[in-house]
């Protein structure tokens, strides 16, 4: 599914127009990455947690020439299902 098509699916279902539900789309994520920024940790009950991991640097491989490079350390986000998700798979 795509934005757009999510965006359509939003706002049939809540009765309001695609531009309402496309603020509320872009407001949702915009909160959750200022959370996760701030916070580390977003959890929607029933649905499931955002929170963001570290990955420390580490030694890798070039695969096409076979050289050895560092790999800098970074952060990521990860994302466990809450039961209620999980239950309705």
């Given at each position: 599914?795509?934005?757009a098509?999510?965006?359509?699916?939003v706002?049939?279902?809540?009765?309001?127009?695609?531009?309402?539900?496309?603020?509320?789309?872009?407001?949702f994520?915009?909160?959750?990455t200022?959370t996760?920024?701030?916070?580390?940790?977003v959890t929607?009950?029933?649905?499931?947690t955002?929170?963001?991991t570290?990955?420390?640097?580490?030694k890798?491989?070039?695969?096409q020439t076979?050289?050895?490079i560092?790999i800098?350390?970074s952060?990521g986000?990860?994302?466990k299902?809450g039961?209620?998700?999980?239950?309705?798979?």
């Open positions: 599914m795509t934005k098509e999510f965006i359509e699916k706002a049939k279902d809540a009765g309001i127009s695609k531009v309402a539900a496309g603020a509320v789309l872009k407001t994520t915009g909160q959750v200022k996760l920024k701030k916070e580390g940790k929607l009950v029933g649905f499931g955002f929170s963001k570290k990955r420390k640097a580490r890798g491989r070039n695969p076979g050289e050895a560092k800098k350390a952060t986000v990860k994302f299902a039961r209620a998700l999980k239950n309705a798979l």
